[in-house]
């Protein structure tokens, strides 16, 4: 690896040539490696039925389900296409499935998922007509279970500036570590995202519920390419990672911000009552 170095009044002035390799030494605890069950992000563990393994203690729980449910899988919302170019993040919708189950406060179908939809259906339709399954398989119709409510996840915005952490990391001295690390410390940027969650009960149309959540993050990535130092070649694309997923793992935090509230407030549920009965006029009635 090429260095350059000049001298200016006695001081010492790296060139930028030399930055992956400073900054990798000041990530030396970044290096690539597999250890399972680490990740300690906002959504953990497992669940089966009613039963959660692992999941983060702040998450919302209920004794017993409210109702069944449908997931939008967002891929038709005008926010998927951008969110997605601009995160990486392919989905959303299992990890919003897997918060749900773990709160035991709905019952989890596969409607609002159209993919998966379309292959269930098809698998079903083939078990049924093909002629190929054992007497007993219990394929004829009306297995399925019907969902009460509809669950649509929304992203306001991710990733948006809310400033920047100057200095820290050991400022500049100490040679290559100190610089790259004093670099670093004034690169760093942090960002928020904000989604919402709506509820609507889906024989009447009805929203039922609906809940705002938000999480902040640090952006090393982006900071460093606004910098110069794009994450592309020459020994510094390991650092790509930073660029794609803090703005994922904060669309997730908020997401269970959200819902964490929205069970909140479903939970002291209390109906509207429209006087005469809703959707017969209201009582803002116009002139007529």
Do not use: H
């Not at 990740?39 to 919302?60: E, F, P």
């Not at 703005?247 to 929205?262: E, H, M, P, R, W």
């Amino acid at each position: 690896m090429n260095k350059t170095v000049t001298r200016q009044g006695g001081a010492v002035r790296w060139g930028l040539a030399a930055l992956p390799v400073a900054l990798g030494l000041a990530l030396g605890g970044c290096t690539p490696g597999v250890t399972q069950g680490t990740a300690g992000g906002a959504v953990t563990g497992a669940a089966g039925g009613g039963a959660s393994v692992g999941a983060q203690d702040s998450l919302q729980r209920c004794s017993e389900p409210l109702g069944t449910l449908a997931v939008d899988d967002g891929r038709q919302q005008a926010w998927w296409g951008p969110f997605t170019q601009a995160t990486r993040v392919t989905t959303i919708e299992p990890m919003v499935r897997l918060v749900v189950q773990q709160s035991n406060c709905f019952v989890i179908t596969s409607l609002g998922n159209e993919r998966m939809e379309d292959r269930i259906g098809r698998i079903t339709q083939f078990q049924r007509n093909s002629g190929e399954f054992r007497a007993g398989s219990n394929q004829q119709r009306g297995q399925r279970v019907a969902a009460d409510y509809f669950l649509e996840p929304a992203i306001l915005f991710a990733g948006a500036p809310t400033g920047g952490i100057g200095g820290g990391l050991g400022g500049f001295g100490g040679g290559w570590g100190g610089l790259a690390a004093g670099m670093i410390g004034a690169a760093m940027r942090t960002s928020a995202t904000t989604v919402t969650m709506s509820l609507f009960d889906i024989r009447s149309g009805v929203q039922i519920g609906a809940s705002e959540g938000s999480s902040t993050t640090t952006d090393l990535g982006a900071s460093l390419a606004g910098l110069g130092l794009g994450t592309g070649g020459g020994g510094f694309g390991g650092l790509s990672a930073y660029q794609q997923t803090p703005q994922g793992q904060s669309t997730v935090a908020a997401f269970v911000d959200a819902y964490n509230k929205l069970v909140v407030a479903v939970r002291n549920y209390r109906a509207q009552e429209v006087r005469g009965g809703a959707g017969t006029g209201g009582l803002l009635r116009a002139p007529r």
